[in-house]
C-alpha cells in the first residue's frame, strides 16, 4: 500500500513549499530590478500560464495516476523513456547538494545576527560579515581553508532535513504547515516595515510600474523564462514524487492553479520587501540579479541602515534571516523526498532507510562547500544544472509526453474530478507539444552562446580556470545524462540475484 497524503491541503502545501523557495526571495526581486520591473514580472506571468503551469500538472497527473516517483512514471509514457526520469532525479541530488551548503549559511546568518546589533550605519563591516566567516576566496584556490561555522551549520542542515522527510508525508505534512506559512508572515511583517520607511514608495513604483522598452532586451525574456521553470520544482523528480501520494480522488487542474500562483504571490511579496527596503535605506540601486550577493552580502548593508535602532536592526536580521530558513528547508527536503522515493519505487527499498542513506551521502558530498573554494564550486555547479541538465530534462519530459505518447490521455487524467474548470486540450496540448520544449530548446541554445561569447569558459572574467568547469560543470551534466545506464547496470547485477524489475506500463498502472 503506497503512502498518501493526508489531506489535500498537506500535499498543496508541500508542493508550494518545494516550489517557493530561495529564487522567489533573492533572485524574483534581483531580476525584476535588473528588467525594468513590471515588464519582467509581465513575461514571467506569460510564461508562469504557457510554460509552467502545464508542465507542474503533466508531471502531477502522471505519477497520480502509476502510482511512482519520475523514472517510473516516464517508463509509463514510454520504456525507453526511464532513463529521463533517472536525469531528473540526479538534477535532485545534484542540486540538493549545494543547495544544503546555501541553506547552512543561512543557518549561520541566522545565529550571527546578534552582531548587527553593533553594526547599526557600519555598511562596510555588513558587507563583510558573511564573507570572512565563509573565508571564500573567490576562486578555486582554497581547498585548504576550512569553514568550521559553516561545518556545523551544514551538519545541522541535513540532521534538519532528515527529521522533516523520515516518515515520508506523515512528517513533511505535518511540517510544511509550519514552513509555509512562517516565511508568509515574516515577508508580511518586513514588507509592513518597508512600507513605512522614507522613500518606500519609489521602490514599490520601481517594481510594479513597468518600463516597457525593456521588453526589446532579449535578457529579459530568457531570464524570466528561466525563473519560471526553476522556481516550480519540475524536471527535479519533486513534483513526481508529490503526485504519487495523491489520492485517485483529487483535483490536479485547481491544485496546480493554486500552487502557481502562491508561488507567484510570493514572489511579490518578496519583490515588496526588497524594493521597499532598499529604497527606504537609498541602496536601491545597488540590488543585484545575484541571490548570494543580495542575501549575504547587499541586502546586510541595508539591514544596518534600516534604523538608528541597533536592537530594531538586530531583530529585523533575526527575521529577515529565519524567513529564508523556513524557504529554504522545504525546498532541500523535497528535492531529497523526489529522489528517494525514486530509488525505493525501483529497487524496492525502505524508504526511510534510503532517506537516511541519501542525507549521509549527500552531506559527505556537500562537505566540499565548507572549503574556501565551495563559493567558486557552488557557482559553477549552480550555472551547468540551471542552463542545461534541468531544461534538457524538462524538454524530454515533454517530447516523450507530447509525441511519443497520446497527450490526450494525459489531458484526460489531468481533467479527472474537475467539475467546470479544466485545463483545456487547446492551451494544454499545444503547450507541451510545441511551444514549450521550443521555447526551451531556444534558451539552452541562447545559455550556449552566451557561454561562448565569454571564451566558452564559465566565470572567465573571475578566474575560473577550464578544469573547474569540466569537473564541475561538464562532468555532472555527463553523469547525470548516464545515470539511466548507471541503473540499469545495477538492475542486471541485481537481477542475477532474483532481482525482479517493475515494467508497468500507462494501461497496468492503477490506484491502490
Not at 509550519?178 to 511583517?189: D, G
Not at 566558452?456 to 573547474?468: E, H, Q, R, S
Request: glycine share 8%; with cysteine.
Amino acid at each position: 500500500m503506497r503512502e498518501k497524503w493526508s489531506s489535500r491541503s498537506a500535499f498543496i502545501l508541500a508542493a508550494i513549499g518545494s516550489a517557493v523557495g530561495l529564487g522567489n526571495a533573492w533572485r524574483f526581486p534581483g531580476l525584476a530590478a535588473k528588467y525594468g520591473g513590471g515588464a519582467f514580472i509581465f513575461v514571467y506571468f506569460i510564461a508562469m500560464i504557457i510554460i509552467g503551469i502545464p508542465l507542474l500538472m503533466m508531471e502531477i497527473s502522471v505519477a497520480r495516476h502509476t502510482r511512482l516517483g519520475a523514472p517510473g512514471s516516464m517508463r509509463t509514457l514510454r520504456k525507453g523513456s526511464e532513463g529521463i526520469g533517472w536525469i531528473a532525479v540526479s538534477n535532485s541530488i545534484f542540486v540538493s547538494i549545494y543547495y544544503a551548503a546555501v541553506f547552512a549559511w543561512i543557518i549561520m546568518m541566522f545565529f550571527m545576527s546578534y552582531k548587527f546589533m553593533g553594526l547599526t550605519g557600519n555598511t562596510e563591516a555588513a558587507s563583510t560579515l558573511w564573507l570572512d566567516t565563509v573565508k571564500a576566496t573567490g576562486d578555486f584556490s582554497g581547498f585548504d581553508i576550512i569553514s568550521w561555522p559553516v561545518f556545523g551549520c551544514l551538519i545541522l542542515a541535513w540532521v534538519l532535513c532528515y527529521v522533516c522527510i523520515r516518515n515520508g508525508t506523515t512528517t513533511v505534512g505535518k511540517v510544511v504547515k509550519f514552513t509555509v506559512s512562517l516565511p508568509v508572515i515574516c515577508l508580511v511583517i518586513m514588507a509592513f516595515r518597508g512600507l513605512m520607511m522614507p522613500g518606500a514608495m519609489e521602490g514599490f513604483a520601481k517594481l510594479f510600474i513597468p518600463d516597457w522598452t525593456a521588453l526589446a532586451d532579449s535578457n529579459l525574456w530568457v531570464d524570466a523564462i528561466g525563473q519560471v521553470f526553476y522556481s516550480l520544482s519540475t524536471s527535479m523528480a519533486v513534483m513526481f514524487a508529490y503526485g504519487s501520494f495523491l489520492s485517485s480522488d483529487s483535483n490536479v487542474v485547481t491544485d496546480t492553479v493554486i500552487i502557481a500562483f502562491a508561488d507567484m504571490f510570493i514572489s511579490l511579496l518578496a519583490g515588496i520587501v526588497m524594493f521597499t527596503t532598499m529604497a527606504g535605506t537609498g541602496m536601491l540601486g545597488d540590488m543585484s540579479a545575484s541571490g548570494i550577493s543580495t542575501a549575504f552580502i547587499i541586502y546586510p548593508q541595508a539591514i544596518v541602515k534600516i534604523s538608528d535602532s541597533s536592537v530594531f536592526n538586530m531583530i529585523f536580521a533575526f527575521i529577515f534571516y529565519f524567513c529564508l530558513i523556513t524557504l529554504a528547508i522545504d525546498s532541500l527536503f523535497s528535492m531529497v523526498e523526489g529522489a528517494s522515493t525514486a530509488i525505493s519505487d525501483k529497487f524496492h527499498l525502505n524508504k526511510k532507510k534510503t532517506t537516511l542513506a541519501l542525507c549521509i551521502n549527500e552531506g559527505i558530498a556537500s562537505l566540499i562547500f565548507v572549503t574556501g573554494a565551495g563559493v567558486a564550486i557552488l557557482d559553477t555547479v549552480d550555472y551547468f544544472i540551471n542552463s542545461y541538465t534541468l531544461i534538457m530534462t524538462g524538454v524530454a519530459e515533454m517530447i516523450t509526453a507530447g509525441w511519443f505518447f497520446k497527450t490526450t490521455k494525459i489531458l484526460d487524467e489531468i481533467n479527472r474530478n474537475t467539475g467546470k474548470f479544466k485545463a483545456p486540450s487547446w492551451w494544454f496540448i499545444p503547450s507541451i507539444r510545441i511551444i514549450s520544449p521550443a521555447v526551451l530548446i531556444g534558451l539552452i541554445i541562447w545559455n550556449i552562446i552566451t557561454l561562448l561569447k565569454s571564451g566558452g569558459i564559465y566565470g572567465a572574467a573571475d578566474g575560473y580556470p577550464l578544469w573547474a568547469n569540466i569537473v564541475f560543470g561538464w562532468c555532472i551534466i555527463i553523469l547525470s545524462i548516464m545515470s539511466g545506464l548507471i541503473v540499469k547496470l545495477v538492475v542486471k547485477i541485481r537481477s542475477s540475484k532474483g532481482f525482479t524489475e517493475d515494467d508497468r506500463s500507462w494501461d497496468d498502472a492503477g490506484y491502490s
